[in-house]
C-alpha cells in the first residue's frame, strides 16, 4: 500500500508563485511514475504534469508548459510542482498522484493523494 500526501497549496495573485510537495510512503518501490492532476468545480479532473520515475522524463499540459516544472527527489518518493506565472484559471484542487506496477487504472495512475487547494486572485 502507497500513501501520498500533498502540501504546499494556499492563496496567491496573479504572477506569483507557489510550490506543491507531495510525498510517497509505504510500499513505494512499486511506484513507475508521479504526477499532477488539477481539477476546478464544474470541471474535470485533467493531468498537468507527470515524471517517470525511471529515467525521469516529464510530460506537461499546453496549459502549464512553461511556467509549472515537475522535479522528484529519487530516494525519498517526493515530487514537487513548481508553480510560476499563477493565473486565475490555475485556481483549482491539485492532486499528487502514482502509477504503481500493479495498476489497472485506464489512465495508468491508481494512488491519489487528497488534494491541496490553490487559489489564485487577480
Known amino acids: 500500500q502507497v500513501q501520498l500526501g500533498e502540501s504546499g497549496g494556499g492563496l496567491a495573485q496573479s504572477g506569483d508563485s507557489l510550490r506543491l510537495s507531495c510525498a510517497a510512503s509505504?510500499?513505494?518501490?512499486?511506484?513507475?511514475?508521479m504526477a499532477w492532476f488539477r481539477q476546478a468545480p464544474g470541471n474535470q479532473r485533467e493531468l498537468i504534469a507527470s515524471?517517470?520515475?525511471?529515467?525521469?522524463?516529464?510530460y506537461y499540459a499546453d496549459s502549464v508548459k512553461g511556467r509549472f516544472t515537475i522535479s522528484r527527489e529519487l530516494r525519498v518518493y517526493k515530487i514537487y510542482l513548481q508553480m510560476n506565472s499563477l493565473r486565475p484559471e490555475d485556481t483549482a484542487l491539485y492532486y499528487c498522484?502514482?502509477?504503481?506496477?500493479?495498476?489497472?487504472?485506464?489512465?495508468?495512475?491508481?494512488?491519489w493523494g487528497r488534494g491541496t487547494q490553490v487559489t489564485v486572485s487577480s
Open positions: 498522484a502514482a502509477q504503481s506496477l500493479y495498476s489497472t487504472s485506464n489512465i495508468g495512475y491508481d494512488l
Open positions: 509505504g510500499r513505494t518501490s512499486s511506484i513507475v511514475a
Open positions: 515524471i517517470r520515475w525511471s529515467g525521469g522524463s516529464k
